[in-house]
């Protein structure tokens, strides 16, 4: 099917799901929500799905603006999509600050531990002594009922308004990098400033991820907008390749998320 062409193989099962959410809405006339999705499977289901398609629309939205985590709600062309569709509420916990520090990670692990799949939760905020996330209103009483440590500290989660969800301020740094290729290994080795034998190390040993999804190979080829993301050493999104030096070099804009 010609549409593979525009995605990584790792990617077309994801495109297959989008093509029969797609289908299902258009012969049946009915309306699909699904969980939450990543920036680049929500790319893949713009793509899929097109923006000027005559038969199907399709809207997103996380709870708050600019949400990393979103969901889609897909209809037929002739139904009305508002905010209510997409079923988002707020749930809030605090702790405290003084006895123990909690960060991003450990709320993802809490929900690991407990067999939560990363689609049923949306944007995780944790600041100033308080845990922040967006669910689903079906999924809400088992979170309330379940996720009742963090790390060996009690938390309680309640309800709160979407509009009471403070989020985090992110600072990307943009850099210029030369580099002799835009392989993965040769990419990270330039934006965290290590040795090709770690970079490779880190990537073979699955610690790397592009685009969220885990990858191993070294010699995968990046482009402008794929993001990547390194245990222990953060994120960066490729901004531009802006072509070659002299010595045939590609001219890379990297943001890295400080």
Known sequence: MPIYQHFRKNEHPFVDRAIDWMNNVRDQY??????????????????????????????????VDDAERERAVIAPYFVDIDEADFELIGLEATYAQKFVTLEHPDVLGAFTSLGIDRKMIGDIFVHDGRIQLITTEEFKHYVMQELTEIKRTKVSFKEVALQDIEKDEQNWQRKHHTVSSMRLDVVVKAVYQLSRKNATKLIESERVSLNYALESNPATLLGPGDLLSVRGYGRCKLIADEGRTRKDKHRLIAARLM
Do not use: A, H, Q
């Open 30 to 63: 009915t309306v699909y929500v699904t969980d939450f999705l990543n920036p680049r499977e929500r790319e893949i289901v713009t793509s899929v799905i097109g923006l000027n398609n005559e038969e199907v629309k399709f809207s997103f939205f996380g709870g």
